[in-house]
DNA sequence: GAGCGTGGTGAAAGCGTTTTCATGTAAGGG
DNA sequence: CCCTTACATGAAAACGCTTTCACCACGCTC
């Protein structure tokens, strides 16, 4: 009978039965304030009433209007995040950590990306405010003044990477770059290494330039000479890193090593020396930064730094919550970063005879250890 | 003065200035119902007045609360977007098509992930419920039936990818995977290749159904003969296509060609190849699906199987729109597939010396068109 | 037995908008 | 010069919820 002809004929344009508190409330004969009440898991309601309600609930497949709810209560329980960009996997795993941990808090989440354009960032930051959210994490370039001061007046609390404005409701995440890097630098001098090369990130993101910082340091402290030219930019991007390795590659006299500022530059790197015919680590050894997933499927796998991702996830959902809920100080959280050393490095087959420090015995002794997964 | 002591003083415990309509109203000496038709653009306001109010929105730095807005009008100007899993890099690129679009058209998005577990399904569902989404593209597995009738009660319409129930309000967009499939099992098959293998992809996911259907059916226009034994399951990820290649390969007779379902599985795929020592394409031909951007850089460079993400979102959302803005008929929309060939296809080393339909001079005039950038 | 908490309940205010409706004013026609 | 028409404007209702506040009915204590 309700084959087909009745399924969209004339009957159809009835209007979706309303579905708000107020059916609840009459459905299980209570009030509206019982319902609300009842859905807060405030204590005081009489668990006859509450059984009703439920029920009631349950029966007519109810929720609760998420804007209704955010407009009275003054809570959205909405956490923005913006990020450089989605396409760079990094960050796709950044969000996937932070969805998560704000969950398991009662959050959600708005994601917005610059994609490395500061123009964006003012569309970010109005699409956030507008939502009302309760906290944004910044995990990308820095946000100029007059953004800051319309957060500030409508009192958003921020976190952001490496680098912040020393105000109030501001949290920073120091990253510890010097510590995985110079155990990448470590690792290469080594290894025998001598003359290696970095492609940095776009010049507007801080935490590239943290990298860059860090880089020369390890260098010196490994006693290694900083030559400024062979520090080349990239973008963060693959085709940043397969113009980098050119530039760096094509040179009289090219790097026996090339580190990477993120894992997407080092790919460009990577494909860079395939093209060219050196082979991977044999000729070049590469590092990348970020520790991806997908650093280990590359070919060679990739030694890289890991910056773990729910670490930093945590520490800004927990900043940000610390702002909301207790509106206490602000505060510093740390992330650390580690050498992860798979089959992109190795001992340089032009190898430096002049090992200034002495130290070549113990280059030898340092290679790589293997990955566990040598064949199948 | 404000150095430093009354930065966190007993002075700042004031409260935010409240920035609503009324101040706009107050500030402009109109009523608020003006400051409301100024902002929608309503052309009845007198050009004075609407200058007045659009000065006192700029000097208080006001926007409206789109959480009231939404209640009262009915209108989120929501897209609900469900995908697979965020860390894929097709599902980034896709969501940037799909924001993009969006955007173009006045929509915001909110994302959500199954992870590929149904149970997540219906978290998805009550999130883009709460949240009061106009429309919802669902590029993953299917929603179940009782579901689906929470959305209809609630009239949301609907995109699904390949497969969707017949109901009012639910569009889909039918890929044809057989065009681009069947370029890749002919190109396999002109430059030699019989023994060719498939990657499938998770068996809930309708779309990987349809590529594993498709490169059945075009193995056999292509006169092969299809063995099950060489269609083995994968899950989409990197992880799958190891595994998957590993058994391919680890047999007594293994193919001379395998092709995904996606380009996560040719990764994997890739990977075990090199871990196993054999060399890509001269001992064995890949091809992947989607067409990331990343298949650019994979060494070697991935043939792969395009299908254009723009137009998946450009489709996506204009069928939304379809149904909310004008409440149109729900339609179909037809998004094509193309084979690009790279350098992972070549002839196979263990050529097949019966060719039985005697194409044998064919294969080899139809060797992969070299890419333009061999060699920089 | 009167006074007094105590604790569960519902009425109603209010969140920041849009939108309807009535009002006032100016222009135009007789 | 008065009446009509048109149109810009503001007051107020409504959106779906949370939360305050007043209320009522208990069970106590003295």
Redesign the pocket.
């Known amino acids: 009978m309700a084959q087909r002809s009745s399924a969209n004929g004339r009957r159809s344009r009835h209007k979706p039965a309303?579905m708000?508190?107020?059916a609840v409330a009459r459905r299980a004969?209570?009030?509206?304030?019982?319902?609300?009440?009842t859905?807060?898991h405030i204590p005081?309601?009489?668990p006859?009433?509450a059984n009703r309600v439920r029920e009631a609930i349950r029966e007519l497949n109810?929720?609760?209007?998420t804007q209704?709810?955010a407009?009275?209560?003054?809570r959205s329980r909405l956490l923005g995040l913006i990020v450089s960009e989605i396409t760079n996997p990094f960050f796709p795993e950044l969000i996937q950590g932070f969805e998560d941990v704000a969950v398991e808090h009662g959050y959600e989440i708005l994601i917005s990306s610059t994609n490395y354009d500061p123009e964006r960032m003012s569309l970010c930051i109005r699409r956030i405010l507008e939502r009302k959210a309760e906290g944004v994490a910044v995990m990308t370039f820095g946000i100029e003044e007059p953004l800051l001061d319309q957060l500030a007046e409508r009192e958003v609390p921020l976190v952001f990477v490496d680098v912040g404005p020393d105000r109030p409701g501001v949290s920073v995440l120091r990253v510890d770059y010097q510590h995985g890097i110079r155990q990448g630098v470590q690792h290469l001098a080594a290894l025998g290494h001598r003359d290696i090369a970095f492609v940095t990130g776009p010049p507007r993101l801080h935490s590239a330039q943290s990298r860059r910082t860090a880089f020369r340091r390890s260098l010196q402290e490994c006693g290694i000479p900083v030559d400024e030219r062979w520090i080349v930019e990239g973008d963060h991007m693959m085709e940043g890193g397969m113009a980098a390795a050119e530039r760096l590659l094509g040179g009289k006299r090219p790097p026996t090593a090339i580190m990477c500022s993120n894992d997407m530059t080092a790919l460009g790197v990577l494909h860079t020396a395939y093209r060219v015919g050196l082979r991977v680590p044999a000729d070049l050894s590469v590092i990348g930064f970020d520790n991806i997933h997908m650093t280990e499927m590359m070919i060679p796998p990739l030694t890289s730094i890991q910056m773990s991702r729910l670490e930093l996830a945590r520490a800004a959902v927990s900043a940000l919550r610390a702002h909301v809920e207790r509106s206490s100080p602000k505060r510093e959280y740390r992330i650390d970063t580690q050498l992860v050393v798979r089959e992109s490095t190795g001992v340089p087959r032009r190898a430096k005879i002049r090992l200034p420090r002495g130290n070549r015995r113990k280059a030898k002794s340092a290679a790589p250890p293997a990955n566990g997964i040598a064949g199948i």
């Open positions: 309303r708000d508190i107020h004969r209570v009030s509206i304030a019982t319902v609300s009440r859905i807060n005081s309601v009489d006859e009433l109810y929720f609760p209007n209704a709810r407009l009275v209560s003054g």
